[in-house]
């Protein structure tokens, strides 16, 4: 929009063109300087919260080092407190596994010789329980067992001296079967003997 013409300007054309420039020219710095003041008016909201942030941050920073001061209180309080029970606690325990040590050798011990008094009365139970089973057997199953099976809970003295009782019984008693057999053929061969005519008689059938 142009500004009405002054009388000077209607008067002196050069004049009207000096004052146009002027105005245009404080037009110019009056934008410039409209834009210069947004500017600073961003650049002071702009501090303005960083400022904001920079107080948010330094009372953050404060209250940290305040919990930081007073977990380190707290830690050198630990330090002085549970460091000496702790010493105390592990001091006490390495005397009782100390203690352990030299007892654990015994206790071992006592329980190996449990352990064979265990082992010692199971076999004095089934050598019992053998004797027994043997005791209530018949003297015709002990011979047997002895002599045929070689299954006694005897001495080997008593077992071998029962098998030769037993092969002696065996073989007298099989030499005296030969014996009454052998007889008893020689006399029936003697009696059917042709060069014998006294004793020719044939035998009678019954």
Known sequence: MENPATPLESTDPR????????????????????RFEKRIQELENRIALGLQNARSQTLDMQDSKKRLEEAEKA?????DTWIPLIRQNIGTSEKHIGELEE????????????????????????ILETELSWLTMSWFEQVRRTAL????????????????????????????????MGDYTISQIS????????????????
């Open 15 to 34: 004049l009207a063109v000096a004052v146009r420039r002027l105005d245009q020219v404080v037009q110019l710095a009056a934008q410039r300087n409209l």
């Open 103 to 126: 007892v654990l050798p015994q206790k071992l011990q006592s329980i190996e010789g449990i352990h064979e008094l265990y082992k010692s009365g199971r076999r004095r139970a089934q």
């Open 149 to 180: 099976l070689q299954e006694s809970p005897r001495s080997k003295r008593w077992q071998r001296n029962v098998r030769i009782l037993t092969y002696l019984f065996i073989l007298i008693g099989s030499t005296y079967t030969s014996m009454n």
């Open 75 to 79: 830690l050198d309080l630990s330090f």
């Open 191 to 206: 009696r059917w003997w042709p060069g014998d005519s006294s004793n020719s008689t044939e035998p009678t059938q019954h």
